[in-house]
């Protein structure tokens, strides 16, 4: 089923940031949004994760966990990478306590292979380049087997090598875990190489929807303009 | 014409000083109502999470050792030299006035009553405090608190309970040692400055103290461990705005506890010795 997010609005301090925004990705699916900085696309995720509080709308989403890959990982900095990984099955409490010390270590030793980092349990997250780091968090993303996986700009500060890398890993997570999958990214190379559709904000709504190919090859104002990536056209920079 | 004139005197209003000082009190007195609801809507979240027993014993005993090891050395030897100094003034004069026998009581009523306590307050919420504001800050503006939220466990029971415990329980611990430190600083201080025996000095402290000042002593410490802990932990979980919202918070969980402090030592000189 994935999700379903119905009539979205999010409003701050009487500005309207979402303004009814629809959307569906089905189970095994990757959508990008994508847009300008500030056009509502963290606040988005934010309202998925139950970070923030919708004012109005409906998400449907499917049982099971909501995981969230941040911006910049948010690895807890005094925390080696077994604890970070291993956070929810030790700390929340339906899960506190169900899991021994070695059933820990297994599924962390799983996660990490997942994301091509094995052995790096006993590192700390300043020990690791971004990159790592990043993948670090998709593991700690999914130690819950959760049905929809929230991505805030992956590649975001990462090379372009490192960048391919995470867009590989986003889709790997995608195959082997059936997730509904949300990466919101400015970067055209993520939306080609993960996404199965596309959706495009401005100022709070959506100007585009379809599929990554229907992006590049429709010319509307905004499509055309976000894919040449030039600032003639009808979005406007603050 | 009406309103013109009234849109004139409008414009012209927000250009005085009386205006804009205005405004200053107003954001001031904003901000105060934000941090105190603050404190107060955490501290709540605090209490509302211990019956789901939120930390473990060895992360208390981890938030312990650092409330209590790295705040020790500061805080002795602030409360070991306002000792002394109290000593070097008030010791020589007391001898030659023929009150030597009080030197030691006076010592340790200042000490056990006010001084151990207020200043092992201060000390520690120059170390503690700060450093816990800072931390829960610095993971706030770097969405670890939004991480822990996301993996299902509540930030405020996680972050705050061990700390707040920690610091609620060792509070007493330093201030004891603080005190028994202060105490014995003035006794080698009275005997340098004016020649006080050990035994004259010693002998008057068990004469002047009672199991009351002891019993306000620790109440006053819990209670101010407490209230340390959770104001800093609570302006740190405030924070917004990168790195100088981590500083903001940081300065705020200082003065909001120097203040807190002073107003419950108040509260405990009103009800307890006056």
Redesign the interface.
Same mark, same amino acid.
């Given at each position: 089923m994935g999700i379903e997010v119905k009539h979205l609005v999010k409003s701050f301090d009487k500005k309207v940031i979402i303004n009814d925004i629809s959307f569906k990705v089905d189970d095994g699916k990757i959508l990008s949004i994508v847009g300008f900085s500030g056009s509502g696309k963290s606040t988005v995720l934010?309202l998925i &994760?139950?970070?923030l509080e919708k004012d109005s709308g409906e998400i449907i989403a499917s049982g099971g @966990?909501? /995981?969230?890959v +941040? *911006? $910049?990982s948010? =690895? +807890? @900095?005094s925390m080696n990478v077994f604890d970070n990984i291993s +956070? /929810?099955l030790q %700390?929340?409490?339906?899960l506190r306590g169900k899991y021994t010390k070695k059933e820990l270590e297994k599924v962390v030793a799983e996660k990490l292979e997942l994301v091509g980092l094995s052995g790096i349990e006993n590192k700390f997250p300043s020990e690791l380049s971004g990159g790592m780091q990043k993948r670090v968090s998709f593991a700690?993303a999914i130690v !819950?087997e959760p049905k929809i996986i929230l991505y805030d700009e992956p590649t975001a500060g990462l090379d372009p090598i490192s960048s391919t890398l995470i867009e590989d890993y986003i889709v790997r997570l995608k195959n082997e875990t059936n997730a509904a999958s949300i990466v919101v990214t400015h970067q055209m190379s993520t939306i080609r190489r993960t996404a199965d559709s596309v959706l495009m904000l401005y100022n709070g709504h959506a100007v585009f929807e379809g599929t990554p190919d229907e992006l590049c090859a429709e010319k509307t104002p905004y499509t055309k303009q976000f894919v040449e990536a030039t600032l003639e056209g009808p979005m406007k920079m603050n | 014409m009406e309103n013109d004139r009234l849109v004139i005197m409008r414009v012209y209003y927000k250009s005085t000083y009386t205006y804009k000082i205005f405004q200053m009190f107003r954001k001031e007195f904003e901000n105060f109502v934000s941090t105190l609801g603050d404190i107060v809507f955490y501290g709540l979240e605090f209490l509302k999470g211990l019956k789901?027993k939120?930390t473990t014993f060895k992360e208390i005993i981890n938030q312990s050792a650092r409330f209590g090891v790295s705040s020790l050395p500061i805080t002795l030897s602030i409360v070991g030299m306002t000792s002394i100094i109290v000593a070097m003034q008030v010791a020589g004069e007391m001898v030659k006035q023929g009150g030597g026998n009080y030197v030691g009581m006076l010592i340790a009523i200042l000490m056990v009553r006010e001084e151990g306590v207020i200043m092992s307050g201060f000390a520690i919420i120059s170390m503690i405090g700060s450093s816990l504001a800072s931390e829960i800050a610095t993971?706030k503006v !770097? %969405? *670890?608190v @939004? /991480?822990? &939220? #996301? =993996?299902? #466990?509540n930030p405020v029971h $996680?972050l705050f309970t061990p700390r707040i415990i920690a610091g609620t329980f060792m509070m007493p611990l330093v201030v004891i040692l603080a005190s028994v430190f202060g105490i014995l600083g003035g006794a080698i201080a009275s005997n340098l400055v004016s020649g006080l025996t050990y035994k004259a000095y010693f002998d008057s402290v068990w004469f002047g103290l009672s199991i009351h000042d002891l019993n306000v002593c620790l109440m006053k410490a819990l209670s101010f461990g407490f209230v340390i802990t959770l104001i800093s932990c609570a302006c740190g979980m405030a924070a917004k705005d990168g790195a100088k919202g981590v500083g903001t918070a940081t300065t705020k969980a200082v003065v909001w506890s120097f203040v807190a402090i002073v107003i419950l030592d108040l509260i405990f000189a009103a009800a307890f010795f006056y």
């Open positions: 934010k &994760s139950g970070l @966990d909501i /995981a969230m +941040f *911006q $910049y948010a =690895l +807890f @900095d +956070f /929810a %700390e929340r409490k339906d700690r !819950t | 789901n939120p993971m !770097t %969405e *670890q @939004d /991480a822990i &939220s #996301v =993996l299902k #466990v $996680y």
